[in-house]
């Protein structure tokens, strides 16, 4: 195992500037942490847990790396993970990785540098090459994703949540039901899209396709393809919303188009993000919030913490639920 006495003998330079160098507390010229920096790399040296936190007493600092926080759901993920900490007497960083695999990359070496006691992951993209050589170093929890990697993940049931959201459409008479999704390669919309057509199929739906809107991914992508199903001679009675971010301007499309909801379509959501009961009608959705589980997912990553053992691959599903509004019509 690479031990700190290796990376100071590849730098050039003693074990205490190693040490200083990766504190992130004490000064060391740029040129000479660089070079540390790079026998870091070119050793992947891991620092021990166990020694770095009886030195340090940890540094109660706590890493988030989300995809993007300019999608509503995520800044209530912030709020509720964010509040745990300070509870537990710990400082959040956020890291907003913007969809990109490289970004998240950047933001692992930059927690890894800062000795971050932890870290809550929530995947931007399916490659994770670039997380494992911190799986087992550094404390972590997989949160809204189930990954192939040894780390506890804490995810949501996404096919049974959209089989409830799409069931209770198919309970009130639709038949004609158009899913909107964004990317059916990323995980959580597979199977999201799984449940919705176990749904269907339990209703005797096999045509979903026809009605079916890919590449939703933003509002303004909701707006104009909205307009664009309405325009079809034959269109459908109710809608389902990969996730509550296309909420807006799917109303605005229909409403646009001269329809009314829920009396011409009906429109179920997921997420339950603050914004939507105050849509008009209020949004009936499925809720999956952090409010109902952010207890356990900050325990999972405390208990590694205070054992100072990194824990190894196990899966947590937490079931959805419908939160009825007044967006569906029963036909």
């Known amino acids: 195992m690479v031990g700190i006495r290796d990376v100071a003998k590849y730098a050039g330079v003693s074990p205490s500037t190693v040490s200083r160098a990766l504190s992130g507390v004490a000064f060391v010229e740029p040129e000479t942490k660089e070079k540390v920096l790079k026998a870091v790399k070119d050793l992947n040296y891991k620092p021990n847990l166990a020694a770095r936190s009886l030195k340090r007493g940890g540094s109660r600092l706590i890493g988030l790396i989300l995809p993007d926080i300019a999608n509503p759901y995520y800044p209530e993920v912030v709020k509720y993970i964010e509040s745990c900490a300070i509870k537990a007497g710990y400082s959040l960083i956020l890291c907003d990785a913007l969809g990109s695999a490289e970004r998240e990359q950047e933001y692992f070496k930059t927690l890894e540098y800062l000795f ?3 870290i809550f992951y929530i995947a931007s993209t399916e490659d994770i090459s670039h997380v494992k050589p911190y799986v087992g170093a550094i404390p972590m929890v997989v949160v809204n994703r189930t990954l192939d990697i040894d780390v506890p993940s804490i995810n949501i049931d996404n096919v049974d949540a959209a089989y409830q959201a799409v069931h209770y459409l198919t309970e009130h008479g639709h038949r004609k039901i158009s899913l909107y999704i964004n990317e059916k390669s990323n995980q959580y919309n597979r199977e999201r899209f799984q449940g ?3 749904a269907l199929e339990e209703a005797g739906i096999q045509d979903y396709e026809r009605f079916m ?8 992508d909701a707006y104009y393809k909205t307009l664009e199903l309405m325009k079809q001679e034959e269109r459908p009675t109710a809608i389902f919303l990969f996730n509550d971010y296309m909420a807006a301007g799917t109303y ?5 188009s001269g329809l009314r909801i829920p009396e011409d379509i009906s429109i179920v959501g ?3 993000i603050p914004q939507v009961k105050y849509l008009n009608p209020p949004l009936t959705t499925l809720r999956h919030s952090l409010v109902d589980t952010c207890d356990v997912i900050f325990e999972s990553l405390m208990e590694q913490i205070r054992t100072q053992k990194c ?6 599903y937490f079931k959805g639920r419908l939160i ?3 967006s569906v019509k029963t036909i």
């Open 270 to 272: 997921f997420d339950d």
């Open 324 to 326: 009825e509004r007044e």
């Open 213 to 220: 809107v890919r590449g939703v991914r933003s509002e303004d």
């Open 116 to 118: 971050v006691d932890g």
């Open 252 to 256: 605005l499309g229909i409403t646009r």
């Open 311 to 316: 824990a190894g691959k196990s899966i947590t």
């Open 196 to 198: 919705a057509r176990k």
